[in-house]
């Protein structure tokens, strides 16, 4: 069983920044395609970002230019840089784990809170 579990949210004012963490608990790590989703209150939950194992990315519209993932395979963990906050970032961010060519996200984790304030 696959472990994520995310860390590093928090309140931030509008324009700030923020890193999330995710840890991640078996060694396969490096064979799994990782991405960060978010979901704000009454909403869906959207794509953030993803990224492979030998890290190409993939980012939403709404993230790009100010998200950045990335991973540290020695370390099973994954990260998002997060820069130039907007009201609208707020939102649960979860972490989520899938086998490299598997067309669905098997792993989720609990899910950080982001608030951003103006």
């Known amino acids: 069983q696959v472990q994520l579990v995310e860390s590093g949210g928090g309140l931030v004012q509008a324009g700030g920044s923020l890193r999330l963490s995710c840890a991640v608990s078996?060694?396969?790590?490096?064979?799994?395609?990782m991405g960060w989703y978010h979901q704000a209150p009454g909403k869906q939950r959207e794509l953030v970002a993803t990224?492979?194992?030998?890290?190409?990315?993939n980012y939403a519209d709404s993230s790009k230019c100010r998200f950045t993932i990335s991973r540290d395979n020695a370390k099973n963990m994954v990260y998002l840089q997060m820069d130039s906050l907007k009201l609208e970032d707020t939102a649960v961010y979860y972490c989520?784990?899938?086998?490299?060519?598997?067309?669905?996200?098997?792993?989720w984790g609990q899910g950080t809170q982001v608030t951003v304030s103006s």
């Open positions: 989520a784990a899938k086998p490299r060519y598997s067309s669905s996200w098997h792993y």
């Open positions: 078996r060694t396969i790590f490096g064979f799994y395609d």
């Open positions: 990224i492979t194992p030998s890290g190409s990315t």
